[in-house]
């Protein structure tokens, strides 16, 4: 009789002690779980030559708005001086940017040929000018009040003649004036109709 009950007592023992197989890999427990970040578009790329800063001239210059000057910035990116990129850009006051423009060395170093004394310059010489060119550029000689004159005729290749005619209206209006290349002056102002930088072509080297 005593053995017979033993039996039982035996197997629900070894039931208890038994793993169970069927539970789920503890790996596999929300709180053990790896979760991956998500990715960061907006972190910076490592630095690479292509986006080290070589040289950075900023101007504070009252032209989209008459209280609140803006900031005209150049910035040179890259290995060296005479391969790097140039970026031109002017932000406003609430920090928009409204104007962009990329540049190169070279668009900066081909006025040099109107100073050179010599048939040839140096790599040293060349990075000198460019480096010149860039402190010069805002000038305050370069910022010029009225954008535009009333002898100024219009052209094509710029502001539509509507918004000319504005700007044209406006005393208060300022130009900025920029030579790039050899002979290619340009000209841009700030239009309160469009709400945008627009370029007044027809200045000429």
């Not at 550029?137 to 100024?152: C, I, M, T, V």
């Not at 700007?167 to 790039?180: N, S, T």
């Amino acid at each position: 009789m005593r053995t017979t009950l033993l039996f039982p007592l035996f197997g629900l023992l070894a039931a208890c002690s038994t793993p169970d197989t069927r539970q789920a890999p503890a790996a596999a427990t929300p709180d053990t779980v790896t979760r991956l970040e998500p990715m960061d578009t907006a972190r910076a790329r490592a630095t690479t030559p292509q986006s080290d800063t070589l040289k950075t001239v900023r101007s504070r210059h009252i032209f989209s708005a008459p209280a609140s000057p803006d900031e005209f910035r150049l910035t040179l990116r890259g290995k060296d001086v005479l391969t790097g990129e140039i970026t031109f850009t002017i932000t406003d006051a609430a920090g928009q940017v409204i104007f962009r423009e990329i540049l190169t060395p070279a668009d900066l170093e081909a006025s040099l040929v109107n100073e050179m004394k010599t048939p040839t310059v140096t790599a040293a010489e060349r990075e000198a000018y460019v480096r010149r060119r860039m402190d010069e550029f805002f000038a305050e000689k370069n910022f010029r009040r009225p954008a535009l004159a009333a002898k100024d005729a219009y052209q094509e290749g710029g502001a539509d003649r509507t918004t000319w005619e504005d700007i044209r209206k406006r005393p208060d209006a300022i130009g900025f004036v920029y030579l790039v290349g050899k002979e290619d002056r340009r000209r841009i102002a700030y239009s309160p109709r469009t709400k945008q930088v627009v370029q007044l072509p027809g200045l000429g080297s």
